[in-house]
């Protein structure tokens, strides 16, 4: 969690770009890229509101996923 807050932080404060971010904050460039997409995608950049800190930025950015309905019929 901390990592995406430092990831946001890194792109909109210091300007930096993804692999130089990748290195400060230890995490694949991929991994640095997805969280600027998905903050990009929900419409957040830098400081986060005071709501969004901890468990709901992550709720926000990485979802749960909806329970799809199964090619099989329940058990009877």
């Given at each position: 969690m901390r990592r995406i807050q430092e990831v946001l932080c890194l792109h909109y404060d210091a300007g930096l770009g993804i692999r130089a971010i990748s290195r400060s904050v230890k995490a694949s460039p991929s991994t640095v890229r997805e969280h600027l997409i998905r903050a990009k995608v929900q419409g957040l950049s830098w400081?986060?509101?005071?709501?969004?800190?901890?468990?709901?930025?992550?709720?926000?950015?990485?979802?749960?996923?909806?329970?799809?309905?199964?090619r099989f019929p329940p058990p009877e």
């Open positions: 400081p986060l509101a005071e709501s969004l800190y901890d468990a709901r930025l992550l709720r926000r950015l990485y979802p749960l996923p909806a329970h799809s309905a199964s």
